[in-house]
């Protein structure tokens, strides 16, 4: 079984100021690992996602995200953020092996961005 | 990337009414969708896999009964909330996985909140 812990549930910060949203996750086979952002009443949105390779991944938006296996690991970091990057994360976790692409979501990272 | 079109994005109906709500697939085929329902500031909870041409699997603690999918085509898939009540209340969303490709991830419709009064 796999499980997803965000353990922030809100994060106040300020335009263009750095943050960083932790997800950590536990599962006993190889997963893949994403994170999706969810603006209000509206579904979620691919953010950028790890499948292999480099662990270190980017987004269009200045987003990156890096895979740490022996801290089973995926932060989300944006080194600047705007007052549009307010918004629900989420991180989740799906098992490579998983033909069903059943994903595990995380209970989710309210960011807000104050002027 | 993909689309996923879900309809409607909200609707208002009394206790003890059905309420259908679609999940698309705009320009890829989808063998599997699923359906997730969210409360208010909390993750989504998967409630079924639904697989084209046959039966949705259902997540343990879903009712079949009260929460019928039906995937009749690789494009569409469709919840029908039977006999709603209050605490059927939620921000349902579909995700769709595309069919035949390398590409890995789900792709997620803009949800449908309903309000049953």
């Known amino acids: 079984a796999q499980s997803v812990t965000q353990l922030d549930s809100q994060v106040p910060v300020f335009e263009e100021a750095p943050v960083e949203l932790r997800c950590n996750y536990s599962s006993s086979v190889s997963v893949y690992l994403f994170w999706y952002v969810q603006y209000p009443n509206q579904g979620l949105q691919l953010l950028l996602k790890?499948?292999?390779?480099?662990?270190l991944v980017e987004s269009i938006n200045g987003f990156e995200a890096e895979f740490n296996k022996s801290q089973t690991s995926f932060h989300l970091r944006k080194p600047s953020v705007h007052i549009s990057d307010t918004a629900e994360y989420f991180c989740a976790v799906s098992p490579t092996t998983s033909g069903t692409y059943k994903y595990i979501f995380g209970t989710g990272t309210r960011l807000k961005v104050l002027a | 990337g993909a689309v996923v079109s879900q309809h409607p994005s909200w609707v208002i109906c009394k206790s003890g009414t059905s309420v259908k709500i679609e999940c698309r697939s705009l320009?890829?085929?989808?063998?599997?969708m699923f359906w997730y329902r969210q409360f208010p500031k909390q993750s989504l909870m998967l409630m079924a896999t639904s697989n084209e041409g046959s039966k949705a699997t259902y997540e343990q603690g879903v009712e079949k009964d009260k929460f019928l999918i039906n995937h009749a085509s690789l494009t569409l898939s469709t919840l029908t909330v039977t006999s709603a009540h209050p605490e059927d209340s939620s921000f349902y969303i579909c995700?769709?996985?595309?069919?035949?490709?390398?590409?890995?991830?789900?792709?997620f419709g803009s949800g449908t909140q309903l309000s049953v009064l």
């Open positions: 320009d890829f085929q989808a063998t599997t």
């Open positions: 995700s769709a996985r595309a069919t035949g490709t390398v590409r890995i991830g789900l792709f």
């Open positions: 790890y499948l292999s390779g480099s662990t």
